[in-house]
C-alpha cells in the first residue's frame, strides 16, 4: 500500500531563517506531488506541483520553492522565513489514473 | 470560474442519526470530485472519490452523490458517531487543469453523544 511522510510536525523559526520541509512517498512510482497551505481558518491554496523530476510548476508568487530530487521526494525550502509564511503546510500526491489525492500529515509552521 | 461551496459551514447532530451535507459548484465541466475529512490539526484524509461519469460512490456508512448537470454533490453520513466530527471539504479537480483542485471552504461537523 501507498504510505506519505512528511517532517517535522511542527516548527518554530525566527523571521530570515531558512526553512526545509521534505515530504517522501511510498508504494507507487512517478506520482503528481503537491505542496498546500492552510492559514489558519482559511482554505487549501496550491503552492506548486509536480508531475516528474525537474518538471516542478509554482502556482503563487512567493518566496518559497520547490525541488524533486528523487521521483518520491519533494521538499519545500525558503531561504529567509517571512511572518506570512506562518501555516499549516501539506505535502500531497496523486497517482496517474484516477487522480486521487492522498495527504501527509502536515507541519504547522510558526515564523516568529 | 469554477467556485465550490459548502452549506452549512457547521452543523451539529446527535448520535446516531443520519446527516448529509452539501457541495455544489458552478461549472459542469469537472474532471472529478472528492471528499475529505479533517480532524483539528491534521492532515485531510480522503474520504470518497467520484469521477465525472460516476453518480455516486460507498464505503462503509458513507455514500457520495454526483449530479453534473445541478452541480451538486452530497455527502450522506450514516448512524453518526462521535468520532465523524471533523471538518468535511469537497474539492473540485477541472477538466483543463488535472492539477489544480478548487476547494470548498468546509463543513465543520460535531456529533453530539
Known amino acids: 500500500s501507498q504510505t506519505i511522510h512528511q517532517w517535522p510536525a511542527t516548527l518554530v523559526q525566527p523571521v530570515g531563517s531558512p526553512l526545509s520541509l521534505e515530504c517522501t512517498v511510498e508504494g507507487t512510482s512517478n506520482p503528481n506531488l503537491y505542496w498546500y497551505r492552510q492559514a489558519a481558518g482559511r482554505g487549501l491554496q496550491l503552492l506548486f506541483y509536480?508531475?516528474?523530476?525537474?518538471?516542478i510548476s509554482s502556482e503563487v508568487p512567493q518566496n518559497l520553492s520547490a525541488s524533486r530530487p528523487q521521483d518520491r521526494q519533494f521538499i519545500l525550502s525558503s531561504k529567509k522565513l517571512l511572518l506570512s509564511d506562518s501555516g499549516f503546510y501539506l505535502c500531497a500526491w496523486s497517482n496517474t489514473w484516477d487522480e486521487k489525492l492522498f495527504f501527509g500529515s502536515g507541519t504547522q509552521l510558526s515564523v516568529l | 470560474k469554477q467556485e465550490v461551496t459548502q452549506i452549512p459551514a457547521a452543523l451539529s447532530v446527535p448520535e446516531g442519526e443520519n446527516l448529509v451535507l452539501n457541495c455544489s459548484f458552478t461549472d459542469s465541466a469537472i474532471y472529478n470530485l472528492q471528499w475529505f475529512r479533517q480532524d483539528p490539526g491534521k492532515g485531510l484524509t480522503s474520504l470518497l472519490l467520484i469521477q465525472s461519469s460516476q453518480r455516486e460512490q460507498t464505503s462503509g456508512r458513507l455514500n457520495a452523490s454526483l449530479d453534473k448537470s445541478s452541480g451538486r454533490s452530497t455527502l450522506y453520513i450514516a448512524a453518526s458517531q462521535p468520532g465523524d466530527s471533523a471538518t468535511y471539504l469537497c474539492?473540485?479537480?477541472?477538466?483543463?487543469?488535472?492539477?489544480?483542485?478548487?476547494w470548498g471552504a468546509g463543513t465543520k461537523l460535531i456529533i453530539k453523544p
Open positions: 474539492a473540485v479537480r477541472l477538466v483543463d487543469s488535472n492539477y489544480q483542485l478548487i
Open positions: 509536480s508531475i516528474g523530476i525537474d518538471q
